[in-house]
């Protein structure tokens, strides 16, 4: 009896033993499982960090140029209305610059034809003197008395 006793007794110690370790071998499992899950997650993490990280620095680098083209696009038509208000203003200064010519011309002809009346009229002053003192001869004195 004491030998079925101690075989019972064994049996049992040898399947409650049998059965802690099937339940180590399943938490051993578990863990496992748990473990190569949390390193995918660790992985997928990553990974995801590195898309998102080269979407960034594609959409800055994208937004960077369409910045910069925006930019060039406002400089050079900022350059053209500029170029126009240049351009505006030499084609006003070479206008004035044209009028004041026609003045300088005309007031050199206003003088030139003032000095050809006043050279005809003088000339034609000496032909009435010499007319009228071939019509009407006058003596002119040789010696002028001044009169005291």
């Given at each position: 009896?004491?030998?079925?006793?101690?075989?019972g007794?064994?049996?049992?110690?040898?399947?409650?033993?049998?059965?802690?370790?099937?339940?180590?071998?399943?938490?051993?499992?578990?863990?496992?499982?748990?473990?190569?899950?949390?390193?995918?997650?660790r992985m997928?993490?990553?990974d995801?960090?590195?898309?998102v990280?080269?979407?960034?620095c594609?959409?800055?680098?994208?937004?960077?140029?369409?910045?910069?083209?925006?930019i060039?696009?406002q400089?050079?038509?900022?350059?053209?209305?500029?170029?126009?208000?240049?351009?505006?203003?030499?084609?006003a200064?070479?206008?004035?610059?044209?009028?004041?010519?026609?003045?300088?011309?005309?007031?050199?002809?206003?003088?030139?034809?003032?000095?050809?009346?006043?050279?005809?009229?003088?000339?034609a002053?000496?032909?009435?003197?010499?007319?009228?003192?071939?019509?009407k001869?006058t003596?002119?004195?040789?010696y002028?008395?001044?009169?005291?």
């Open positions: 009896m004491q030998n079925a006793i101690t075989s007794f064994a049996g049992a110690e040898i399947a409650n033993n049998t059965r802690q370790i099937a339940d180590m071998q399943q938490m051993f499992g578990i863990q496992s499982a748990l473990q190569n899950c949390c390193c995918e997650n997928a993490t990553a995801l960090k590195y898309t990280a080269t979407e960034n594609a959409d800055r680098a994208a937004l960077n140029d369409g910045l910069r083209e925006v060039a696009n400089t050079a038509n900022t350059q053209k209305i500029l170029d126009l208000m240049c351009q505006d203003k030499i084609d200064k070479n206008e004035k610059i044209l009028e004041l010519q026609n003045q300088l011309n005309m007031a050199n002809l206003a003088a030139s034809q003032t000095a050809q009346t006043a050279q005809i009229i003088a000339n002053q000496a032909g009435v003197v010499a007319v009228e003192q071939y019509i001869p003596p002119i004195p040789a002028v008395v001044p009169s005291n």
